[in-house]
């Protein structure tokens, strides 16, 4: 009489150790769904461009590893500000904040806020800015500029009687630029993170 044995290891049974896409033994580990596509992403990207890791490639390997970090997961659901609607489970794609935030990566720095002349554009004391000194500055962009050697952010204006730097803020002075005063304009402000 022959018994059957089911479950567990059977000799002969499964993959053969080493005939996988990487050429090694493999294990089972559980990842959140939501994160499946990134490291699937991650190993594409290792098996191309790595290969077998050795200590010539670690820098690599790390360097992957934060990218696939730093993407967050995009939703195709649009949040709505009025009523509620039942919400999406569907990852449209992964955003990466540094090319949404700063495409023009070499031209764009952060800038720290202090105080509230720019309150009513959504600006607020303690809000870090993103400057990118590529873009042009023109009459009704909110830039940074050098004053006589101080920073300050305003909306740019320019008027028939000369350019003006205008808070937002109905307790603060629009600026008037004088012909004497020295104006350096550093960039356009693209981005405000402003944390609750």
């Known amino acids: 009489m022959q018994v059957l044995s089911h479950g567990g290891k059977r000799n002969g049974a499964g993959r053969k150790k080493g005939s996988g896409a990487f050429g090694e033994a493999t294990k089972v580990v559980r990842i959140p769904e939501s994160q499946v596509d990134t490291v699937k992403l991650w190993l594409q990207n290792y098996k191309e461009q790595v290969g077998e890791a050795s200590l010539e ?88 500029a050098a004053l006589d050697g101080e920073l300050t952010v305003k909306r740019l204006d320019i008027r028939n009687d000369g350019t003006y730097l205008l808070p937002e803020n109905p307790d603060y002075p629009d600026i008037k630029v004088g012909a004497e005063s020295e104006m350096v304009i550093w960039g356009v402000v693209t981005s405000c993170i402003h944390q609750f």
């Open 57 to 144: 490639n670690l820098d690599a390997i790390s360097g992957m590893m934060e990218e696939a970090a730093q993407l967050l997961p995009l939703y195709s659901h649009k949040v709505v500000a009025g009523f509620p609607s039942p919400a999406d489970d569907f990852i449209e794609d992964r955003l990466d904040l540094n090319e949404k935030l700063a495409p023009n990566h070499s031209s764009t720095f952060l800038l720290k806020v202090q105080g509230e002349s720019m309150r009513d554009a959504g600006i607020f004391d303690g809000d870090i800015l993103v400057v990118d000194r590529s873009i042009t500055p023109r009459p009704g962009k909110i830039v940074i």
